[in-house]
């Protein structure tokens, strides 16, 4: 009898003890910064539901706006010594946030299985390394992409473009929409600001925008500049492609001239895709970037859509940790968030997605897979005054336009003020001034 009573005595102590640790378990408070559509922040609201329901002592504090400010309030945040725990991240600020020491590595995390990288192949992860360390976790894959309508390619009598047709090809293409259906080409593989264009042009030729010291551009001979633009202005003469003014408008996803059938073609990310097909109302599908015989490398790269980075100002890296792998390796979260980070990282995660996905989601997932095949490695991220660069661009492209100035002229002018721009190695400008278009 004594020794039964005993062991209810310990059976009871014990329950005790796991209930004490139970309700005594440190309650940690996480805040989470981000960008995006009111949709992205409506489902990673969700996602914050579901993982605070599986790790009831960790609380997300959401801190969420538009693209626009985002890293101005985070450039603000930094100063003030207080950043988030977690913030998302994009491929041109990274390296400034690294330099700077304002976010923390991770690769310890993922040696002690914090962050689960089991599921993951490991090339999608190589481009959140800087100076052979893990910063940021990639949320999912993008790459540019020639939107266009099979419908007015198929009314012009051109066959639809397949990987490795040519700037040739392409502008053949181009010239013979403007002839058979009256409308413009495209708006904006070349345009000012669409700088995509230029960059897959240099990668072709084996250089690149930026030097990766970002301290000077990328290239030294201004004949790649020439070209370029050349066959830019030669069908914008042509009026294959949208005029100076029609350019200067500042074109949305929603209400580009492909919405309105005004053209057949535009250039933006894969991911993309599902809102102009939204706003166009029918079926659109994706073509990879010209080819050039004799191609030095590949133009095409895969660009992480974002990254998750945890902050040195965090006190609960750990918790942070957590965090992302929950949000990168549930199938739960990852049907709740969708393809509106780009095509998810983990293959379980996809696979799942894939059965119930939409006509565009469809050609998103396999445009990527497609490109992952006829892609090189992407270049190292931009320099802190990369901003100010394409600005310049913009502004010199407008010249040639209006022929203010040559495209020889334009070249050696670009070239001389970008490295003037870039040996000034303007950070904190940089980082606060950033105008760019939202993925």
């Known amino acids: 009898m004594r020794r039964n009573c005993l062991v209810v005595m310990l059976v009871v102590a ?4 796991l209930t004490v640790t139970a309700f005594t378990a440190e309650q940690v408070t996480l ?4 960008w995006g559509s009111q949709s992205r922040h409506d489902k990673t609201l969700k996602v914050i539901e579901l993982f605070e329901k599986e790790y009831p002592n960790i609380k997300i504090k959401p801190e969420y706006t538009g693209w626009d400010g985002y890293f101005d309030k ?3 945040q930094a100063a003030g010594g207080n950043l988030p725990d977690l913030m998302q991240h994009d491929y041109k600020f990274i390296k400034q946030y ?5 976010i923390i590595p991770l690769d310890q995390y993922v040696a002690a299985g914090k962050i689960d990288f089991r599921d993951i192949p490991a090339s999608v992860m190589t481009s959140g390394y800087l100076n052979g360390k893990l910063y940021g976790i990639n949320l999912g894959n993008n790459t540019y992409a020639i939107i266009y309508d099979p419908e007015m390619f198929a009314q012009a009598g051109i066959a639809e473009p397949k990987p490795g047709w040519t700037w040739d090809d392409y502008m053949a293409a181009c010239r013979q929409i403007k002839n058979k ?3 413009y080409a495209d708006t904006n593989i070349a345009n000012s600001g669409r700088y995509a264009g230029f960059e897959h042009y ?6 690149k925008f930026f030097d990766d010291s970002g301290k000077s551009l990328g290239y030294t001979d201004d004949k790649l500049f020439v070209n370029f633009y050349k066959m830019d202005l030669a069908l914008t003469k042509e009026k294959v492609f949208s005029t100076a003014e029609i350019r200067i408008e500042n074109h949305t996803v929603e209400n580009d001239l492909m919405v309105t059938k005004k053209t057949a073609m535009a250039t933006y990310w894969s991911n993309q895709i599902i809102a102009i097909s939204k706003a166009a109302d029918r079926p659109l599908k994706m073509a990879l970037y010209p080819t050039i015989k004799g191609q030095v490398k590949e133009g095409q790269y895969l660009k992480p ?8 100002h965090s006190k609960h890296p750990e918790e942070a940790a957590q965090f992302i792998s929950f949000f990168i390796n549930s199938v739960e979260a990852g049907k709740v968030l969708g393809t509106d980070r780009g095509v998810p990282v983990a293959n379980k995660v996809r696979d799942a997605l894939k059965a119930n996905l939409s006509v565009a989601e469809t050609e998103m997932f396999n445009f990527v897979e497609l490109a992952a095949k006829y892609s090189s490695a992407i270049d190292p991220p931009y320099p802190a005054s990369f901003q100010e660069v394409f600005d310049l661009l ?3 492209h407008y010249k040639m336009l209006y022929e203010v100035l040559t495209p020889e002229a334009a070249a050696k002018e670009f070239r001389t003020k970008a490295n003037a721009i870039l040996a000034r190695e303007l950070l904190t400008e940089a980082v606060s001034s950033c105008r760019l278009v939202p993925y």
């Open 14 to 17: 014990l329950l005790v003890s």
């Open 31 to 34: 805040r989470f910064a981000w």
């Open 74 to 76: 985070m450039a603000a």
């Open 98 to 102: 690294v330099d700077n020491n304002l």
């Open 181 to 183: 259906l009256g409308i």
């Open 202 to 207: 240099l990668r072709q030729h084996g250089s």
């Open 305 to 312: 859509s974002m990254f998750l980075s945890i902050t040195k």
């Open 394 to 396: 913009t502004d010199i």
